[in-house]
């Protein structure tokens, strides 16, 4: 492997550039499923048809081999470049694994931070990935080098999911996990709660094996969405000892469609995502401020809007309005009828976001607290950064979370969906 930097960073940018879309897989501990989920939701990708790469970057700890049926498969080589390729496990399904590089499965790999880092930008410049709709990447549990090192190389990340299990203990970590995805400001897509209630197969009924309630909680206090609640199911388990995808040979149970669920899920915040990032030529941008010309924390409660007249990409024109009292609806007609097409806004209600697009307008959510002039700016220039939240929960009163108070924005608190 080369030691050429201007040329790693060249065959870096060649290799992300074939990729449309990045989605990194994480956890804030061990134990929980998270591969199993990278797995299925790389085959539910592919299933839906789409062209998927998935890199495993749990270095000590490689599963990826073994779940998609490749161990014992080396790389293939690049017969002009001389670069390695990733597997190809299937028609227009390509893995990359550590255990792909190893002589033995029963190998350990006994290295410090460095060579791992190391490795992991290798992953993505002397390996060599065809043109990609998804790139799935299952990382290590924790939030320590790996997670860290993954997102920094395969910037920009489209959004991350997080992987838990029903009872607290685990939501503990996921709770970390958020914080560490908020601070590098990647895009959190959702949750998935892994091995949820049993269902016995010869009586039917439905056993909790984990203390439940710790995914409401984590979408009430953080807004962020649950994409599927994953039964427990033994064939799960089985399919992937056996290598092969538990999402296609077992395609009616409820957790194979529990997966083709989130992979609908990423899907469309991604196809939102990409819409929403895309600048506008020309239209009206609104944008909730506070007084001092910051942008408001919460679209339904903002003081005043500022609005941003653009034409061939520039902004022509600006005002300030108040908006009107609050009523179902009313936000949005009333930019509607300011001419808006577009509003960057911090958190909003999920019925508040339903209003805005059924009148036609685009809803950019989880724009930071900067002044609204540079937003604006940075949303033209194609470099603004958001986090999607159905709610942001930092804009307590005296009353608690207000957000519980708009109930005109979505027929009641639209933070917990109803």
């Known amino acids: ?41 790389a085959y539910a990708l592919l299933m839906k048809g789409y062209k998927v790469g998935i890199m495993d970057v749990d270095i000590h700890g490689p599963s990826l081999a073994k779940m998609v049926g490749i161990e014992g498969r080396p790389l293939g080589t690049d017969q002009k470049s001389g670069r390695l390729l990733p597997v190809e496990v299937l028609t227009n399904l390509y893995a990359l694994s550590t255990a792909s590089l190893l002589e033995s499965p029963d190998q350990a790999i006994i290295w410090r931070g460095p060579m791992k880092m190391k490795l992991i930008q290798q992953f993505m410049t002397d390996i060599s990935w065809p043109e990609l709709d998804y790139l799935v990447v299952d990382c290590p549990p924790g939030t320590g080098d790996e997670p860290l090192s993954v997102l920094q190389e395969l910037t920009p990340v489209d959004g991350a999911v997080v992987v838990s299990t029903p009872q607290e203990v685990s939501y503990l970590d996921v709770r970390k996990s958020i914080d560490f995805l908020n601070q590098l400001q990647v895009p959190i897509l959702g949750f998935v709660e892994n091995m949820g209630a049993m269902v016995c197969p010869h009586c039917g009924h439905s056993v909790e094996l984990f203390p439940s309630g710790g995914a409401a909680r984590l979408e009430e206090e953080f807004g962020v969405e649950l994409l599927a609640r994953v039964p427990f199911d033994v064939d799960l388990g089985t399919s992937g000892d056996q290598g092969k995808a538990y999402v296609f040979n077992y395609a009616k149970k409820p957790g194979a469609e529990a997966f083709m669920k989130a992979a609908s899920r990423v899907e469309e915040i991604i196809a939102e995502q990409d819409r929403a990032r895309k600048p506008i030529s020309q239209g009206v941008i609104a944008v909730p401020a506070l007084p001092d010309g910051t942008l408001s924390s919460h679209f339904g409660h903002a003081p005043l809007f500022r609005f941003y007249t653009v034409q061939e990409g520039k902004v022509v024109a600006t005002k300030e309005a108040t908006p009107p009292p609050h009523d179902h609806g009313a936000l949005a007609s009333w930019l509607k009828e300011q001419g808006v097409c577009l509003v960057l806004a911090g958190g909003m209600g999920a019925g508040a976001k339903e209003s805005l697009e059924e009148s036609g307008i685009l809803p950019f959510i989880g724009v930071p607290e900067l002044p609204t002039e540079k937003v604006v700016e940075s949303y033209l220039a194609g470099t603004l950064k958001n986090t999607p939240t159905l709610c942001d929960h930092s804009h307590q009163g005296e009353g608690g979370c207000s957000c519980h108070s708009h109930g005109d924005e979505g027929g009641g608190c639209s933070c917990h969906n109803h």
């Not at 201007?6 to 990194?24: C, F, M, T």
């Open 1 to 41: 492997m080369t030691e050429n930097l201007e040329q790693q960073k060249v065959w870096k940018e060649e290799n992300l550039g074939r990729v449309k879309h990045r989605i990194v897989v994480l956890s804030g501990k061990g134990g929980v499923g998270k591969s199993t989920v990278a797995v299925n939701l």
